[in-house]
Structure formats: C-alpha cells, structure tokens
C-alpha cells in the first residue's frame, strides 16, 4: 500500500474495511502507520470502528488517530491508546506543525477481539 490518502470504497480501502455504507472520513497510511481522521460510523454501536482497528493492525500498520474530539477521546483511552506529541516530520505534511496524536503503547499490540 502507497503513502497517502486511502478514500473510502478504494481498493485499499476496501481491503481494511474503509467503506461509504460504513463510515465518512479520512484514512492516510503514512510509513507504518495508517492515520484515522474525523471518522464517523454510520451505523453507531456496531462495532464498525473497532473492525477498522483491527484490519489495520491484522494488515500489519499501526492505528494513529490525530487530535480526536468528543466519544473518540473515551473510546480511545477504553481501548487503550494514549497520546503524545508529533511534529510535521513525524505525523507527515498533511498534519502541519505539532499534533497530538493517540496510539496504542508498545506493549498493547492487538485490539483483536474487543467490541466497541
């Protein structure tokens, strides 16, 4: 998979489950890691988001999620994530300046199986 952005109902996005009956957002695979950016579930409670998630890391890329807001902020810190500071060169162009940016610690490698 090329760095960029990965649009919904693309072929990659396909492959991850980043689909318009699914969701609305953005996803960029930067490197190793794939960037969740105001996404919304169009079929709320139904785990949708934490299948993404899943795909993801089942694809071999890290889930980084740029300056959430709102239920995300709870749903990332249930499952696990914690943020820390990034600058343009390390969260890529698209991102700008310094960007707080939400992943799973090292030693919490899979969100396999867990519902939300």
């Known amino acids: 998979m090329e760095d960029g952005e990965i649009s919904l109902d693309s072929e990659d996005g396909k492959e991850l489950g980043f689909t318009s009956d699914l969701f609305d957002g953005y996803l960029w ?5 794939i960037f ?3 996404i919304v579930s169009r079929n709320k ?3 949708n988001l934490s299948r ?7 694809a071999g890329y890290k889930v980084a999620v740029p ?7 709870k749903i990332l810190k249930k499952k696990g994530f914690v943020p820390h500071i990034e600058h343009a060169a390390a969260a890529g162009p698209a991102m700008g300046g310094a960007v707080e940016v939400w992943m799973l610690p090292k030693t919490k ?3 396999k199986g867990e519902k939300g």
């Not at 695979?29 to 890691?33: A, F």
């Not at 993404?52 to 089942?58: D, H, K, T, V």
């Open 36 to 38: 969740i950016s105001l």
């Open 45 to 47: 409670r139904q785990g």
């Open 29 to 33: 695979k930067i490197g190793d890691r």
């Open 67 to 73: 300056t959430p807001v709102g239920k995300m902020v």
């Open 109 to 111: 490698k899979s969100l």
């Open 52 to 58: 993404l998630f899943a795909r993801i890391q089942e």
